[in-house]
């Protein structure tokens, strides 16, 4: 593509994992709630956005904390009766992708339908990204985060350069 | 029946090829056999011949269920090879090489065993040292094998990838000059006409649908074509066995997994030899015809649907570029899928079973072709005697619950991991 | 390609999914010293052509461990469902 | 350069406007962007254009698209060399050079045609009937010039230098087929609120259409869906776009040739193939003419009648002006009028008694010469054709010609639906075979399902789109699509396949399979219609047997007495046309064919003057190019500068698990053999972990951080299946126990500082750490905060010596990395690479990769009194299997090279001594290093328990390098057994 309408930027991408144990998960999720001061994601891909952070439900009974850009990360302290959390703060990157030509350009990295409901505006959902697994954020129409294992970053982002 | 010759095609040539005969007679069932193998493949193929051959058993059935040489013996990528680390692998895919060998003459049939050589890349010093360990065990058996350098690969293989680019550098190669590959189809055709020239009764179109059985014992086989009764019945219906066998009431460690098949279009000599990439799953050789014919890994989990998905054929196609950049442009003609027989240790299983009177070849895994004529010659005379031959020693089916197992790649019972 | 519904992340390529094996064997308590309990589950398989429960991991996604029932004659996937059942 | 001699002056679908330059064997010539490269060969004239795979028999132009058998050329040079394209399916590029193929040395004369003299003996098997001697090797003499003969194009040998892509894409419903069928199926689908993806191979959308005037009511109707369908926002029209496969899942393979208009631009892929995930599929695939079997009927000149009437209406070429149409169905004589039409002298030939009377009454009204129950016997000519011999029912008579078009029927296009598996079903109606029954998400339109007439095409194209969109929850309401009745009257009354009269009669051309060949194999046995295949190579060319298949199914059908569908039909394997192996790959080639993965010290180590090695996906350090001008020079010095001073190894590769939850120390004492239930916290314990059938998975180390959290640390090499097994366990086997598990492998920016200088170094660099035995002894841990991110520092030992294993966030790795050799630079710190880090480990005694090859029990290695009286962990059972447990098992011991000047390798095979060196020997030599401590080589060895005695000697034999080295059976831990060196 001679000059596409596409734009990448690389951060890091402070995250904390909370998760919660089988058969405690309605006490663990009121109480995850309460702490936050916000409602949970509902489902798998689902996201809420509150304060400087997204929470994400990543599986049945786990869930990201994504920090904006500049927060510091540090651990979530849950009744261990109830579940744990793990600081995912330094192993990501987020690439930041925008563009008209997002779509396009994405086809050619994960097989996932960027028109479908599962992939609208505000949902998250985790794919490969060749052979690597990436979490898309999806930002709005014509931008999405991806967040990716730190090891294998350059490797994707040079893939996406190559596109 | 006439020998095949020379002279026969000059003969025959002059008379309009009016004159030959069919290569295997269209036998329907007799009421009973001294030896029923279930199986028209290769492997069903060659032991039928050689209880004829070596045991003077003639009296003998091959029943197979579609058109003989239809499953994995006209399915595979021909590749022979007699570079096996374990003590009872060595020697038998060894065995088998010898057969091959006089294969031509012995069936009066060319199944063009072309030894043309195969190497397998190295890419890293610790992978090499490996080749290194296998080729003195292979030389200590009595089989050749070589160790290149980096240079040696580049001057008999120079349009690998050796190019900066490469992702994976070759560090080097193990290579066996003796191994190649044969016309697949010639196999079964060749065991089929000789068979068949020993009195030997080959019925297709005949399904087994259950085993006969007085008390315990086995004593014939109920078909589409009625019952056929049988003193022994030996099943060789690799891709298959679980199912066969499952009638008969064995329990078996085996899992159908499909392995695809790929083709180019014809084109002039560029492959040499057999090809195998050290850094991922990929190995290709040049037919006769001229079509580039290569391969990759399972597809992975279980299957009898005989096709392959679209996955593994870009992984394959991915590992085929990255060894050899110059067949880009070449097009893919036809890609195809076979039903393997996958073990928890990836060796075969050929030995008597619990139940009397039928014996088992099978588990051959994605290595069947090689073993075809050791196979059917050990196979023969674990029928014939009743006893494992000592070749086979090591592929009984107790050896999972002894512990004995021969796990060649150390990948453990996932039988979709071998 | 497979395309395997995840229960969770909806219908993907089977190539971001590990393949697990048979699920219809059952694997013998931690402690049960049976040898023959633990050949059966280890290598005992009915493999049959037909209907077959297995295991998936969606292992590039929700890393939730699947049974997913399929047809091994024609690869059509009839049911997906989490491998751990409980999870109120 | 050659003129256009045969284009007309007026009419088709090719712009004149816009000339195109193009070569063919270096012979210049010229055409119009339109053309397909067979277009424009025609219209300048060529009839030869090249040589069949056997007999090198002389071939022109047979159809006008992908089933083409004959002419097949190469395009490009060098590492753009691209052999064996069917010229019907080129489209026409500025600057296209063009080559014939199999002939030498030229087209117009080729010398192996004299394989056509020795015919007699060529017959179908004829290789596996001799050649078998006179030795056992002959074969290879014989195979030699064989292979030299066959094959068509000649492949390049170097790169390709273009760029390929693979994407992927989703639709509602695809609609494989651009025809009238498929088109009407696209807008129904469409308007009902599907998104549609219809795929069409051709640049120009239409399909038979297309050889209909380009200015009559086909042309109109085309024009008006056409826009209809641009339209729509949800529709994608992908033209130049083959569907080559069907997959499991609805997944069709597509590729697009993007560059046949000229070179793509730069950065651009010359083709892209496409996964297309679809919720249900139209296949609208159209339907092949069949040749006609006659003798010679191979000849250039030699056309299907459909195709004919494409050159003469879409392309405006008149390939000849005495044209002979011979056929057995009406459809044929569609050609007949319009060649008529455009000023040709026409006979048709109709093997039928009676066609009806409207055409030949049409036809007596155009001046078209009609013969029925007449077929042709024979063609004359050639390099081109002349003339032929026909037969009626007043006896033979000759005709001069230069075209002749032949239509033996039709055969749908049911490649792609049986795929899937639908198997095809005959229609004895149409005399050819349709697909089964569809599953629910499947659905055929027009001719592939045998409904040949346009009207028809496009009633069940709408109907099918309208199910298919359905099939997806789309069903708003659709309006009728346009009509087109063409009033085509297309059936098959007769079939048959005339016998020759002499001279060959093809049944399949590319393959050089001729009637004879078909009696042959079914003289011989090879009945079976696989067989039949198998045995003459009957459809195994690069046209898959498009035109061939149905000819010798009815060929074979006739010989056995049998129907056509008792004789069986054939699978068709994808991919339909021949797709690039390159295109396939896409982007994943060179250094993209697998991603890279780096530790955060990646760049240090480059600057450092790192040699880099691929381990797995991973690249790492192999050695330090300062420690020595070899590998082998290199990690002796690393490894004594460790031994005596001080190392810094990257150790961020390791697997690294995060276990938490009130059950994670049950769950642990269940996975590793040994236990970690009474694991004080803050300290960590080595730990092995089996399989289930009792053979050793992987080793590691785990620290218990608190109560009820562990940190856990796997091989570099088996970190994903450890993290997935456990996975599994939880899930299905123990779902009860309360226990997260998460990967943090890249949280963490891992190093070892091993050597006697170790602790002095961690203290410079840490000044407010307390590095006392008493605060961090070995096996204990240190937890805090470095630079803002979290820091672990483990006291363990691989090497044997003093070391500290340091985890801090990844985002600090290199400033640690660089922080630590600052402050070790006084105490001789230097990196060391993995080939050093084997070395040490050796000497030390631990088994590895080698040792632990998915073969060996904990007892083999070692380490069975690790476990104790345990039980209750995974592949405890098992591992107590009879022959696991057997005397003579290979188990772990330490040899030492007794032999001065000599030295032992990884890989020997291990004799006793006076043993004959063959077999597989007592036992082999896995992992070897020379040992500054020792001054001689040193190595780990598998060697039978029932010769493993410490003292005695065995000989190591390297037959690879016609080495045989005497050495000692000693414990494999070389150094320092008291452990002296890792506590004080």
């Keep these: 593509m001679a000059s596409p309408d596409f734009s990448l930027s690389v951060a890091d991408c402070p995250l904390i994992q909370v998760e919660g144990w089988d058969g405690m998960l309605g006490q663990f999720e009121s109480s995850l709630s309460a702490a936050l001061g916000t409602k949970l994601p509902a489902s798998v891909g689902e ?113 996406l350069a190559d596109g | 029946m006439a020998p095949y010759s020379a002279f026969q095609i000059f003969r025959n040539a002059l008379s309009g090829q009016k004159n030959w005969q069919r290569a295997w007679r269209a036998a329907e069932p007799k009421p009973s056999y001294d030896v029923i193998v279930i199986g028209g493949g290769g492997h069903g193929l060659a032991t039928a011949f050689y209880l004829a051959e070596n045991h003077g058993i003639r009296n003998v059935a091959v029943l197979e269920k579609g058109y003989i040489g239809g499953g994995n013996v006209g399915r595979n990528t021909t590749v022979i090879r007699s570079n096996y680390l374990l003590d009872g692998n060595t020697q038998f895919y060894e065995f088998s090489m010898k057969l091959w060998e006089g294969m031509s003459r012995a069936l009066n049939f060319n199944v063009m065993f072309s030894q043309r050589g195969q190497l397998v890349t190295a890419h890293s010093a610790d992978q090499l040292d490996g080749f290194g360990h296998r080729a003195n065990v292979m030389r200590l058996n009595g089989i050749d094998a070589d160790i290149l350098d980096r240079d040696e690969v580049r001057r008999l293989v120079p349009y690998l990838d050796f190019s900066d680019t490469a992702r994976f550098p070759i560090h080097g190669a193990i290579f066996q000059g003796r191994a190649g590959t044969a016309r697949h189809d010639a196999v079964a055709w060749g065991y089929a006409r000789a068979a068949d020239g020993h009195g030997v009764d080959i019925i297709q179109n005949c399904e087994v649908t259950g085993f006969i059985r007085d008390g315990e014992r086995i004593v014939g086989v109920e078909t589409t074509k009625g019952r056929i009764g049988a003193a022994k019945v030996g099943l060789a219906v690799a891709g298959h066995t679980s199912v066969l066998g499952a009638k008969a009431g064995l329990e078996l460690p085996i899992e159908s997994h499909v392995l695809q098949a790929f083709v180019t279009g014809p084109l002039k000599p560029l492959v040499d030899h057999v090809v195998a990439y050290g850094a991922d799953h990929f190995y290709v050789s040049q037919s006769d015809k001229g079509g580039l014919v290569f391969g990759g890994n399972l597809d992975g989990y279980n299957s009898y649907a005989q096709r392959g998905n679209l996955g593994v054929v870009r992984e394959v196609a991915e590992a085929a570029i990255a060894l050899m950049p110059c067949i880009s442009r070449i097009r893919l003609l036809r890609h195809w899928g076979g039903a393997m027989d996958m073990t928890p240790d990836a060796s075969p299983i050929i030995c008597p079973t619990p139940i ?3 014996y088992l070849n099978g588990g051959w895994c994605y290595g069947g072709f090689k073993a075809t004529p050791a196979s059917g010659w050990c196979f023969a005379h674990t029928i014939a005697t009743g006893k494992p031959h000592p070749l086979i020693a090591a592929y009984g089916l107790d050896r999972f619950r002894t512990g004995r197992t021969l796990d060649e790649a150390g990948a453990g019972p996932s039988a979709w991991l071998q | 390609m497979l395309r395997i519904e995840c229960p969770c992340c909806g219908p993907r390529d089977h190539d971001e999914f590990r393949y697990g094996g048979d699920a219809s064997v059952s694997r013998p308590t931690h402690d049960d010293p049976d040898p023959e309990a633990w050949y059966a589950y280890v290598y005992v398989r009915k493999n049959p052509a037909g209907l077959h429960r297995e295991f998936w991991q969606h292992v590039i996604g929700c890393r939730q461990w699947l049974v997913v029932e399929r047809d091994t004659r024609n690869h059509v996937v009839s049911s997906v469902t989490f491998a751990r059942t409980s999870r109120a | 350069m050659n003129a256009q001699n045969k284009r007309l002056p007026g009419g088709g679908r090719i712009d004149r406007s816009y000339p195109v330059e193009f070569s063919f064997d270096g012979q210049k010539m010229a055409g119009y962007r339109g053309d397909t490269l067979a277009s424009a060969l025609l219209a300048n004239g060529v009839t030869l254009v090249g040589r069949s795979f056997k007999y090198h ?191 499991d899942g609805n997944v069709i393979g597509l590729v697009e040739q993007r560059d046949q208009v000229g070179p793509p631009r730069t950065g651009e892929a010359r083709q892209t193939v496409t996964l297309l995930r679809a919720r249900s599929i139209v296949f609208a695939t159209g339907a092949i003419e069949r040749p006609m079997v006659f003798a010679n009927n191979d000849r250039p000149g030699v056309m299907l009648a459909s195709a004919a009437r494409t050159y003469l209406n879409r392309f405006a070429v008149l390939p000849g002006r005495k044209v002979i149409v011979t056929a057995v169905n009406d459809g044929a004589w569609r050609t007949a009028f319009d060649y008529a039409a455009a000023g040709a002298e026409v006979t048709v030939a109709d093997l039928r008694a009676a066609p009806p009377t409207a055409l030949v009454a049409e036809a007596a009204r155009i001046g078209v010469t009609v013969r029925t129950a007449t077929r042709i016997v024979d063609l004359h000519g050639g390099r081109a054709v002349r003339g032929a011999t026909l037969a009626g029912p007043y006896g033979q008579s000759e005709a001069a010609c230069d075209l002749v078009c032949v239509s033996g029927g039709w055969s749908p296009t049911v490649h792609l639906t049986s795929h899937l598996g639908v198997k095809p079903r005959y229609r004895e109606d149409i005399d050819g075979f349709v697909p089964g029954a569809f599953p629910a998400d499947r659905f055929g339109a027009g001719a592939m399902m045998g409904n040949y007439a346009t009207a028809d095409a496009i009633e069940g194209g709408h109907r099918a789109g309208v199910e298919a969109a359905s099939f997806c929850g789309k069903s708003a309401p659709v309006s009728a699509p346009s009509k087109l009745d063409l009033g085509e009257t297309i059936t098959t009354m007769l079939r048959e396949i005339p016998s020759a009269q002499g001279g060959k009669a093809f049944v399949d051309f590319q393959m050089d399979v001729t009637t004879k060949d078909v009696e042959l194999a079914h003289r011989e046995g090879y009945e079976a219609v696989e067989h039949l295949k198998r045995y003459t190579t ?140 009474k694991l004080p916290v803050g300290r960590a314990r080595y730990g092995v972990m089996l399989r289930d059938d009792g053979i050793v998975f992987d080793d590691g180390t785990t620290t218990r951080l608190a109560e009820n959290r562990f940190f856990m640390t796997t091989s570099t090499a088996k970190a994903a299946d450890v993290l997935s097994r456990l996975e599994f366990l939880l899930d299905t086997a123990w779902p009860e126990l309360r226990v997260a598990i998460t990967s943090v492998s890249d949280e963490w920016a891992a190093m070892s500082v091993a050597g006697p200088k170790s602790r002095a170094i961690l203290g ?198 016609a080495e045989t080295v005497r050495a000692r059976i000693v414990s494999p831990v070389f150094l320092d057994p008291q452990g002296e060196r890792l506590h004080g």
């Design chain 4, 57 to 247: 028999r002389p071939r022109g132009i047979l159809s006008a698209g992908p089933e083409e058998p004959n002419a097949l050329v190469t395009l490009g040079t060098a590492g753009r060399r691209e052999p064996n394209l069917p010229a019907t399916t080129l489209e026409l590029g500025e600057g296209m050079a063009a080559e014939s193929q199999n002939r030498w040395p030229s087209l117009a004369f080729d010398v192996q045609s004299v394989n056509g003299l020795f015919a007699p003996f060529l017959s179908a098997g004829f290789y596996y009937k001799t050649f078998m001697g006179p030795t056992r090797r002959a074969w290879k003499v014989y195979e030699h010039f064989i292979r030299k003969a066959a094959g068509l194009g000649r492949a390049g040998t170097e790169p390709d230098p273009d760029r390929y892509e693979v994407r992927h894409a989703f639709a509602d419903v695809a609609i494989v087929g651009g025809g009238p069928a498929g088109l009407s199926a696209a807008r129904a689908a469409a308007a009902a609120g599907a998104r549609v993806a219809l795929i069409e191979q051709d640049f120009l959308l239409g399909g038979q259409l297309l050889a209909e005037r380009s200015d009559g009511a086909a042309a109109s109707w085309l024009n008006q869906i056409e826009a209809e369908l641009k339209s729509f926002d949800t529709v994608t029209l992908m033209k130049r776009t083959s569907a080559f496969g069907v997959y």
């Design chain 1, 47 to 159: 996201t809420v956005r509150h304060k400087n952070f997204v929470i994400i439900r990543v599986a049945p009974r786990r869930l990201w904390l994504a920090l904006d850009d500049g927060t510091q990360g540090s651990s979530l302290a849950i009744d261990p009766d109830l579940g744990c959390s793990v600081c995912l703060g330094e192993g990501r990157m987020r690439f930041s992708l925008a563009g008209a030509d997002i779509a396009s350009i994405l086809s050619t990295c994960i097989a996932v339908d960027w028109h479908a409901p599962t992939t609208a505006p505000g949902r998250a959902v985790q794919t490969s990204f060749h052979h690597v697994p990436v979490l898309l954020i999806r930002t709005s129409e014509t931008s999405c985060d991806l967040v990716a294992p730190r090891s294998f970053a350059r490797s994707l982002q040079d893939w």
């Design chain 2, 356 to 358: 009397d009177g039928l």
């Design chain 4, 538 to 677: 009957l459809g195994m060319g690069t046209d898959q047997g498009k035109t061939s298949n149905f000819l010798a199914l009815s060929a074979m059908a006739a010989l056995r007495g049998a129907t056509v569908p008792e004789t069986g039909t054939t699978t068709f394997r994808p991919p339909f046309t021949p797709v690039a192996i390159g295109a396939l790959a896409g982007r994943a080639t060179g250094h993209h064919f697998k991603p890279f993965r780096r530790t955060p010290m990646h760049d240090l180590h480059l600057a450092n003057g790192a040699d880099m090695l691929e381990v797995g996906l991973w690249m790492r350090p192999w050695f330090y190019k300062q420690s020595g001008a070899d590998v082998n020079e290199a990690y002796v010095a690393e490894m004594r500068n460790v031994r005596q001073a001080a190392g810094l190894m990257d150790i961020s590769t390791l697997g690294k698990i995060d276990v938490q939850g009130p059950d994670a120390a049950t769950f642990l004492d269940r996975v590793y053999a040994n236990g970690f239930a």
């Design chain 4, 764 to 961: 410079a660099a840490f000044p407010s750490l307390d590095v006392s035995n008493e605060a961090l002894p070995h096996m204990g841990l240190h937890e805090s905060q470095w630079e803002g991110c979290a820091l672990r520092i483990v006291r363990l030992s691989y090497s044997g010596e003093r070391a500290y294993e340091i985890y801090v966030g990844a985002t600090a790795g290199e400033q640690l990395w660089s922080r630590l050799l600052e402050a070790g630079r006084p105490f001789d710190l230097k990196p060391y690479g993995v080939e050093a880090l084997g070395a040490l480990r050796v000497e030390k005694g631990h088994v590895a990769g080698p040792e632990i090859d998915g073969r060996t029990t904990l007892d083999d290695l070692g380490l069975g009194r690790m476990v104790g009286k345990r039980s209750s962990f995974v592949g405890d059972v098992l591992r107590r299997r009879p022959a696991l447990l057997a005397p003579d098992r290979q188990r772990l011991v330490g040899l030492e090279c007794i032999e001065d000047g000599k030295r032992l390798r990884g890989g020997a095979i291990l004799f006793l001594p006076g043993e004959k060196a063959h077999g597989h020997g007592r036992g082999r030599i896995t992992s070897v290093t020379f040992s500054p401590e020792r001054g001689h080589y040193v190595g780990l060895a598998l060697l039978a328990g029932d010769v493993a005695t410490e003292g005695s000697e065995v000989v190591a034999v390297y037959p690879m390098k």
